[in-house]
Each structure stands twice: as structure tokens, then as C-alpha cells.
């Protein structure tokens, strides 16, 4: 069994990947700094689920802290999948320093202290965003990488770090370029998860754009088999792979199939364009399936059902709208709060202050 750090393991697919490999008998260290983006009290109830689920530790860190980087990834580390950002291509049109100093810095940070701590891989969290403009379909690996957002420029760039300490210091990395992911406890601003909570209240959904804009989605369990398939695996060292659903679906289309779970009578209103959406995205997954034999095991029905289903016990129901955001002032409180609300894990819980 091996000791695994995972960055971002608050947060959606961080949390995924850290409960799937704690139930397998791994020993976890969750890295999160409980950013406010979205809501708190969410990231904490992921940390509660992994620490009941086996040998796991939770540190509050910021990953463009280096010398904190370094004290956390120390020696007896042997696998890091690295997971923390600034996501959300919107927010990162509003403000693109934010994304560059926690995606760029912060994964320079995590590899240069796990280079240092001679880890045996980092595995890291991509995104199809570095695609941007699209000149065919499906992507494959080889598409070119014109990023039409903040968020993808900072994506590549950490996705070149990652190969560049391979070549250079020989610290064997893999990045997994994710497709719009899904799935209970996804993020609650990503469209699945909005249109799903609004279509439960009958309320109107907005559309940005005409709506045949199409998208890959990914299911969650599909994305932490592909990570887990990661581990021990020395072929795809200094690689990049697609984890898409290897499906596209319109927005329009995504929308009748939920009416149709859900039985909603939302309005749908169409609104302008947002600036850095992608037109398009459809992962080729071939490379996945040579190299790690990945076949994505959930078509958008399936993991549409799954995703309502648990919407409907455990969903966030107050919308990302109402969550405290980078800029409250409540930011702070809401932090404060969730120190207490975790008292009660306090033996696994390393709170740093800093
Ligand atoms: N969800 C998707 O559809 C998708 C698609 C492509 C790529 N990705 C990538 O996958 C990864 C996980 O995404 P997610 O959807 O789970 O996002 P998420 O926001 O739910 O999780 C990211 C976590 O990182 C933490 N974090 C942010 N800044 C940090 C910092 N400075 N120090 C320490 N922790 C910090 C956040 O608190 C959060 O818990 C990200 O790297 C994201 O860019 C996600």
C-alpha cells in the first residue's frame, strides 16, 4: 500500500479519487485550502466522507505556499495526484491572476517539493480547456493547443511543467486532459448541476449561446478509474492523455434529456455568448485505451440518472449564486466555521493557520 498525497482532495474530483483509494487501503493526505469559490461547508462534508473512509489525513495548505509544499511532500510520500486549482473558465475571464498563481505556481510548487522528496509519480489534473479552438473532432493528443480562456493558457502552461521535470529532472508525471466532469458531489457551477437544481424547482434556466453548442461529458467513476490506473504504471511517464465520456451532446439536448428524468417544466432562456466558452469538445480516447486500457463505462443517460438521483437526497439545493464567492466579506466566517465543524475529526485533522 502506498502513502498518496492528493491536492484538491476537498473539492470534487479530489475527494473521488481520495475515497475510492483510502477504501482500498491506501494512506491518504488530503492538501486543501478550503478556498471559498465555492461553498465551504460543500468542500467540508467531501473531507468528512474520505475521512471516514479509511487511513486519511487532512491538511490545510495552499499550494503556492513552496516551503509548506515541501513539509507536506516530504520522504515518505510515494504518489502525489495533484488536483488543486483555480477552476472554472468564466471566473478566470474576470480574473486571470488568480487561476495563473494557484494552476501555474502552485503546480510548479507541488512538483519542484515532489521532485525534491523523490515521489515515484505526479499524476496531474488537465483539462480540455487547453484545446480551445478547435480544428477537428474528436480531439486526439495531438490536436494543436490554442486555449481561448485564462484557465486553459494556465492548464497547458502547468501541463508543460509536468513534462519538462520529466525530461529534465526525470520526476515521472502524466497529466489526464478531463472532459466537463459529472457526478454527485460535482461542482455546483457547472451547468449539470445548476440546470439540474433549477429544473427540480421548476424554475427558468438560462442558456448562454444557441444552445447546439456541443460537449463530452465524463462521469466521475470513470475519471477515478483512469487515475487509479495510473498508479505503478511507467509508460505513460512524461504523457498526456484524454479522459473524455467519448460522446458529445448539445446543450439543448443535454436539457430535454434531463426534463425528461426530472419531469421539469422549466422555461429555458437563451442568452449571449460568454467569452472563453469552446465552441466544441469530444475526447479521442484510443491513446487512454492503448496505454491504460481506459473505455469509459458511462454514457450520459446512465450518468445523468445517478447524478439526479443523488441530487435529490444530498444535492446542494441553495445554487452556487448563493455560495460565498471569492470577494465576500463572509469568506473568512465561512472558514472559521468549517474549523469548527471538523473539532470532531481533530486526530486527523493538521490545521495550519497559515
Ligand atoms: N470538473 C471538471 O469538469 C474539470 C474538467 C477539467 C479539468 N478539471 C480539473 O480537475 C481538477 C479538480 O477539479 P474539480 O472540478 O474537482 O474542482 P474543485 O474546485 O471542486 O476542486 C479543486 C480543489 O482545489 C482547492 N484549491 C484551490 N486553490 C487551492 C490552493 N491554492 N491550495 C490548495 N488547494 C486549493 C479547492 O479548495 C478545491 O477543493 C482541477 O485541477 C480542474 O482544473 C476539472
Not at 493558457?153 to 478531463?178: I, N
Not at 457551477?189 to 460537449?215: C, H, W, Y
Not at 437563451?270 to 463505462?297: F, H, S, W
Request: hydrophobic letters at 35%.
Amino acid at each position: 500500500m502506498s502513502k498518496i498525497v492528493i491536492t484538491g482532495g476537498a473539492g470534487f474530483i479530489g475527494s473521488h479519487i481520495a475515497e475510492n483509494l483510502a477504501k482500498n487501503g491506501h494512506e491518504i493526505v488530503i492538501v486543501d485550502n478550503l478556498d471559498p469559490y465555492y461553498s465551504v461547508d460543500l468542500k467540508m462534508k467531501n473531507v468528512k466522507t474520505v475521512l471516514n473512509s479509511g487511513d486519511v489525513t487532512f491538511v490545510n495548505a495552499d499550494i503556492t505556499d513552496l516551503s509548506r509544499m515541501g513539509q507536506i511532500i516530504d520522504s515518505t510520500v510515494d504518489y502525489v495526484y495533484h488536483e488543486a486549482a483555480q477552476a472554472g473558465v468564466r471566473i478566470s475571464v474576470e480574473d486571470p491572476f488568480k487561476p495563473n498563481d494557484v494552476n501555474v505556481l502552485g503546480t510548479l510548487n507541488v512538483l519542484k517539493a515532489s521532485l525534491d522528496a523523490g515521489v515515484k509519480k505526479v499524476i496531474n489534473a488537465s483539462s480540455s480547456s487547453v484545446y480551445g479552438k478547435v480544428k477537428y473532432l474528436p480531439f486526439d493528443e495531438q490536436h494543436p493547443t490554442e486555449p481561448v480562456s485564462p484557465y486553459g493558457v494556465s492548464k497547458l502552461a502547468a501541463e508543460h511543467y509536468c513534462r519538462v521535470f520529466y525530461e529534465v529532472y526525470g520526476l515521472p508525471t502524466t497529466s489526464l486532459r478531463y472532459f466537463t466532469v459529472y457526478g454527485p458531489r460535482m461542482r455546483p457551477d457547472l451547468a449539470i448541476s445548476i440546470f439540474t437544481r433549477k429544473m427540480l424547482a421548476n424554475e427558468p434556466i438560462t442558456v448562454f449561446g444557441d444552445g447546439e453548442q456541443t460537449r463530452d461529458f465524463t462521469f466521475i467513476e470513470d475519471v477515478v478509474e483512469a487515475n487509479k490506473r495510473l498508479l505503478d504504471n511507467k509508460i505513460t511517464d512524461g504523457k498526456v492523455l484524454n479522459i473524455g465520456g467519448g460522446n458529445r451532446i448539445s446543450v439543448n439536448c443535454l436539457i430535454e434529456n434531463l426534463r425528461s428524468i426530472t419531469g421539469s417544466k422549466s422555461e429555458v432562456i437563451y442568452a449571449g455568448k460568454q467569452k472563453g466558452d469552446t465552441e466544441d469538445t469530444l475526447a479521442g480516447v484510443d491513446l487512454g485505451n492503448e496505454m491504460i486500457g481506459y473505455r469509459p463505462l458511462f454514457n450520459i443517460n446512465k450518468g445523468l440518472n445517478n447524478f439526479v438521483d443523488w441530487f435529490k437526497t444530498e444535492g446542494d439545493t441553495h445554487g452556487f449564486d448563493k455560495q460565498v464567492n471569492v470577494a465576500s466579506p463572509g469568506s473568512q466566517k465561512s472558514v472559521t466555521s468549517v474549523v469548527h465543524l471538523i473539532e470532531s475529526y481533530k486526530k486527523h485533522v493538521l490545521y495550519n493557520s497559515n
